[in-house]
């Protein structure tokens, strides 16, 4: 008789044995399946001493040990009666004979770059490219051959003057068309200065004992918001009676006229 803790068993298989552990621990076939993770129809070709359901002897003791250990036996014990039944403990694999050192691996040799074929194909790029050469060089010839340079001058008939719009001289000319307007301030006041295209040339508080002069072309056109605090100058010429103490005032001023002879 041999005795695992408080459990006794007479001599008997280990099927039979793991059978009389589970249900003196009160267990079923299910919970002892729900603990080891094996089925329950493994567990009970188990207990009928059946282990070719478990997949070969190393997945069936590791079966025994499982369910003897979840039943309350003694794992070691009860794998030491396993092996005794069924041949002994399996023999260890030798290192050996998983990997063997002698076993020649084939392996795709490594080649190096067809210098002979990327010769070739160079070989033909070049006569490719020197036809296209010989052959498109009439082509191109014809094709620019026509093509004269544009001149930046008209063409004129032998012995035909050419006459040309005479230009404004510079200077004078361009001098009396400009527009000079000079504000001082007496007192802080608003000014908005346009030109003739609308262009803002000052739009903001001119501050007392300020002086400001604006240019422009053609016209320029201002707004005061207090005429009485503004000395105005245009073209050099003061503009009198432009308003008065908080008076605002719109004017457009254009170029000085010219002088008679």
């Not at 036996?73 to 039944?85: C, T, W």
């Not at 009676?241 to 008679?260: A, I, T």
Request: proline content about 6%; charged content about 20%.
């Amino acid at each position: 008789m041999v005795w695992w803790g408080a459990f006794a068993v007479q001599e008997q298989s280990i099927g039979a044995m793991l059978r009389a552990a589970r249900q003196s621990a009160g267990l079923s076939v299910e919970q002892v399946g729900a603990a080891t993770r094996i089925r329950e129809a493994i567990i009970q070709c188990m207990e009928q001493d059946d282990y070719g359901q478990c997949g070969g002897a190393f997945y069936a003791r590791g079966h025994v040990r499982a369910v003897a250990k979840a039943v309350g036996l003694d794992p070691e014990a009860v794998i030491h009666l396993y092996d005794q039944e069924h041949g002994g403990a399996p023999l260890p694999v030798a290192a050996s004979a998983v990997f063997q050192a002698d076993k020649k691996i084939h392996l795709p040799e490594r080649r190096g770059p067809n210098w002979t074929m990327a010769l070739g194909v160079a070989l033909t790029i070049v006569v490719v490219f020197g036809m296209m050469r010989v052959l498109g060089g009439a082509s191109d010839q014809v094709r620019t051959g026509d093509v004269r340079a544009a001149s930046a001058r008209p063409s004129v008939p032998p012995n035909t003057p050419i006459t040309e719009a005479p230009k404004p001289a510079p200077g004078k000319a361009v001098a009396k068309k400009m527009v000079t307007v000079k504000m001082r301030a007496k007192r802080s006041s608003y000014v908005n200065v346009h030109d003739a295209q609308g262009r803002k040339l000052f739009a903001g508080t001119l501050k007392a004992g300020k002086t400001s002069t604006w240019q422009a072309a053609e016209k320029v056109n201002v707004l005061i918001a207090d005429a009485g605090a503004i000395t105005l100058h245009v073209n050099g010429k003061r503009v009198k009676g432009l308003g008065g103490r908080g008076e605002v005032v719109r004017r457009s001023f254009g170029p000085p006229k010219p002088q008679s002879r």
